[in-house]
Structures are given as structure tokens and as C-alpha cells.
């Protein structure tokens, strides 16, 4: 049975961390030979970790987590306490590139959530979601 394993990507206040700590995601998961679950965590990562850098001024970081026996968790810190928008229906959504991220997490994931979190002395919020390996 394969190990529990985790990785941290702490990530500046920048749009182009989204293409990095998705880039990086898929060099996780292909090296841990998760590549069916690279598409849809993908799409899940760049969604919360592009609300972490567009709706805050602080630093942010994602959190890539395997638990056995096909659990993946993916997760969002973020330096601002305030709990996420709810996420809207999919059928009401339009084709804005914003709006979208935390419906389409809700759509994709097994599970999500939040919860406030406070990291190095900053107080925060974690928003995650989960996958099951097939």
C-alpha cells in the first residue's frame, strides 16, 4: 500500500503563481503515478489558488495531500480570514472568466471546504477539496 505523502508550494502574491503551482501539481501527481487525477486536480488547483491571489494582498500556499488508500487532498491558505463566497449553481453562471471557481470546485470534487487557519503569525483561511482515486 502506498505511504501518505504531502507538499507545500508557498506562493507569492502573484497571478503567475497560478501556472506554477499548477505546473507543479502535475509534476506531483505524474511522479507519484497519479496521472489520472492530473486533469481534474489541475482545474481544482488553479481554482483555489487563483482566489487566493486575485481576492487577497497577502502571500498564499497550496497543500498537495495523499492519504491512503485514494485520498487526494488539494488545499488553499490564504491570507485573508474571511470565509469564501458560497459558490453559485453552475446554471447561473455565464460565461465571465470570474465567478466560476468555487461552483465548478463544488461540481468536480468529492468534498470541499473551509476552515480559518492562521500560519507564521497571519491569520487566514484554508479552502480544500478532495478526490478519490478510481
Known sequence: MPEPWEYVLHIPNDPRA?????????LILT?????????TAELLATELIS???LHTKGPAALRVRWSPPGTLRLG???ADPEPPEPPKPLSHLTAAENGRG?????ACAD???WQP???NGN??????????AA
Open 18 to 26: 497560478v501556472t506554477v503551482s499548477r505546473r507543479t501539481l502535475r
Open 31 to 39: 511522479m507519484h503515478g497519479l496521472i489520472t487525477l492530473v486533469d
Open 51 to 53: 482566489n487566493a491571489v
Open 76 to 78: 488553499a491558505w490564504d
Open 102 to 106: 468555487l461552483a465548478l470546485v463544488r
Open 111 to 113: 468534498v470541499w471546504g
Open 117 to 119: 487557519l492562521s500560519r
Open 123 to 132: 491569520r487566514g483561511k484554508y479552502v480544500w477539496c478532495e478526490l478519490a
